[in-house]
């Protein structure tokens, strides 16, 4: 399993996330459709968490089981002041509006806030072997 991690800061993130995610996606063997699916989705989730709570981190972990393989992708908006503006209730309920497009393109998607540690968006796309 080989996992990498990325601060989601300014708009460069955002291409870097991209890029990093269509190399990923073609190193496990997506197909072009799924790639585009998964970049796609990537776009949307960064540039939304970087409008609401910029210095989230995205935790991109590559999975290889027994009959799949695929991506997993977590993005961790820390209980601070500086990323939370909103309350992460409220924040959580924005975020999970915005990000509509991501839950239709990948395969899981679960958003929770939790007081004290913050928000966490999780998603993920399968590819069978």
Do not use: C
């Amino acid at each position: 399993m080989t996992t990498f991690t990325l601060t989601l800061t300014t708009k460069a993130d955002i291409v870097n996330a991209r890029n990093k995610i269509r190399q990923a996606a073609e190193e496990i063997g997506f197909s072009p459709i799924d790639r585009t699916k998964v970049v796609t989705a990537i776009s949307e989730l960064t540039r939304t968490v970087i409008r609401h709570a910029a210095g989230a981190t995205m935790m991109v972990q590559l999975l290889d089981e027994l009959e799949k393989t695929g991506m997993r992708i977590t993005v961790t908006i820390s209980d601070s002041p500086a990323h939370i503006p909103e309350k992460p209730s409220v924040l959580r309920t924005i975020l999970d509006e915005e990000l509509h497009h991501v839950k239709r393109l990948m395969n899981t998607y679960a958003i929770t806030a939790e007081p004290e540690k913050g928000i966490t968006i999780s998603t993920g796309k399968w590819a069978l072997k």
